[in-house]
């Protein structure tokens, strides 16, 4: 095998290879040695078919197989001997011209083609004992847990109908059933009868829990709202409706007693057990959204530490499959580049910096647990897929079989687990100091959203 370097700019190689005709004939040779002892063929006995014979009748399809190993081989050889991590699959380009296939096919020509590869960059790796974070912790406090105990009260209320000729207030649930136009013409999903409406808990449209105020029993007036512009459904966004809307029962909220029968209605043992659980729940949540901060923090400074060039295909991948995103859910929503205060061109070379971002961040977290043995087991990738089946209750079965025929999903499902395990083998080294922070402030938005990796 010869090997010419043809291109070499920045992290992209390509290569002009030259396999001997002698060696490609020698290799169909052995194979078709191989293949004697196997092949069965009427008129010979087992294992004494001539090999001129199956040379043949299978040629040129071992020809084309033994091309493609000394190929795949060749490739390895000359990547493995340069030290090079793919960051891309190679891309080969074979003869065109039909003789110049047939010479080689026919084992009277050397095989020369051309491999075309991008490279991963030498990472030097910081020293993680230099790196110092903030890590921001909340206490759960009696008011957050009052507070929780609240929305839980709030969730779970009962109402009582308020009788004939009652009229609706703020608070009360309304059951309505309407019919919606836009200029005269009902729209798809405009229309539904038997829906309970709780005035002033903001699940409907802008303006319409509000105008149900003062409707009885048997009452019918036109509910006039405007969809939000960024609503769901692009059709409707920013258009004004009216619904002809009639009340079918009118509901008061009725009080509810918080004491160890309520917390019994909801399957707790007292009302203590109650609020021992939205304490726990609650430091969970806090403690997720610390370690989210944690992450960012850490990240941001892997990011600092490690400046080099990444492969550029690797960068576009990871920029359109963020675009691809980006884009569907502007059409979902309605929204334009205008109306969110940028350009189209803009917001792509935004999003290049962060794709850009994403891939070196990618990059140092791998390069960190190879060099470290940081490995993911199957049990953890299991627990990860048990953990996915218990959230569609009824489907588990289905869940695992899916898991268990996609490698790609298993992948994805282990992604993260390592990611984490990398994190977490870098916060045993770096310095982490701890600050006790109100709620407010551990949910303060940093715009870190869209740097993390």
Do not use: C
């Not at 792509?348 to 960190?368: F, Q, T, W």
Request: charged residues 35%; aromatic residues 6%; negative net charge.
């Amino acid at each position: 095998m010869q090997v010419k370097e043809t291109v070499a700019d920045g992290l992209k190689r390509e290569y002009q290879v030259t396999i001997a005709a002698s060696d490609i004939s020698s290799k169909v040779d052995a194979r078709l040695d191989e293949l004697k002892d196997k092949v069965r063929l009427n008129g010979f006995r087992p294992g004494k078919v001539p090999v001129a014979h199956l040379k043949r009748m299978y040629g040129r399809s071992v020809t084309a197989e033994t091309l493609e190993k000394l190929i795949r081989d060749s490739n390895d050889q000359i990547f493995t001997e340069r030290g090079f991590r793919l960051a891309t699959e190679p891309k080969i380009t074979m003869p065109t011209e039909p003789q110049e296939i047939e010479d080689v096919l026919a084992g009277k020509a050397d095989l020369n083609y051309s491999v075309a590869i991008e490279v991963v960059p030498t990472i030097e790796l910081a020293d993680f004992k230099t790196i110092s974070v903030e890590k921001p912790v909340a206490e759960v406090s009696d008011s957050d847990v009052d507070d929780a105990i609240k929305r839980i009260v709030d969730a779970n209320r009962s109402y009582a109908d308020k009788g004939e000729g009652a009229k609706a207030e703020s608070g009360d649930r309304v059951t309505v059933s309407f019919k919606g136009t836009i200029d005269g013409t009902p729209f798809e999903g405009g229309s539904a009868e038997g829906i309970p409406v709780v005035i002033g808990s903001g699940t409907f449209i802008p303006g319409f829990e509000d105008q149900l105020i003062g409707m009885a029993v048997g009452e019918t007036r036109v509910v006039k709202s405007t969809f939000p512009e960024n609503y769901a459904s692009a059709e409707l966004a920013g258009k004004a409706a009216e619904f002809e809307t009639t009340a079918t029962l009118v509901e008061a909220p009725k009080d509810t007693v918080v004491d160890d029968e309520f917390a019994k209605s909801l399957g707790m043992e007292s009302l203590d057990k109650l609020k021992e659980a939205a304490r726990a729940r609650l430091a969970a949540e806090y403690a997720g959204a610390t370690r989210m901060r944690v992450k960012r923090q850490l990240l941001d400074k892997l990011d600092e530490a490690h400046k080099f060039d990444a492969p550029p295909s690797l960068v576009e991948q990871e920029f359109e499959l963020m675009w691809r995103s980006i884009k569907a859910e502007m059409e979902s929503t309605g929204k334009t580049f205008e109306s969110e205060g940028s350009t189209e061109e803009a917001s792509k070379e935004e999003y290049r910096k962060i794709a850009d971002r994403r891939v070196r961040l990618g990059l140092v977290l791998s390069e960190i647990g190879e060099k470290n043995k940081i490995q993911v087991s199957d049990d953890e990738v299991g627990r990860a897929v048990m953990q996915r089946a218990r959230q569609v209750p009824g489907r588990e079965k289905e869940v695992w079989e899916y898991y268990r025929k996609s490698p790609e999903a298993l992948a994805q499902l282990r992604a993260p687990i390592f990611e984490d395990k990398v994190v977490d083998f870098i916060l045993e080294l770096a310095t982490v100091t701890e600050k006790t922070v109100s709620r407010e402030e551990l949910y303060k938005d940093d715009d870190a959203d869209k740097s993390a990796a």
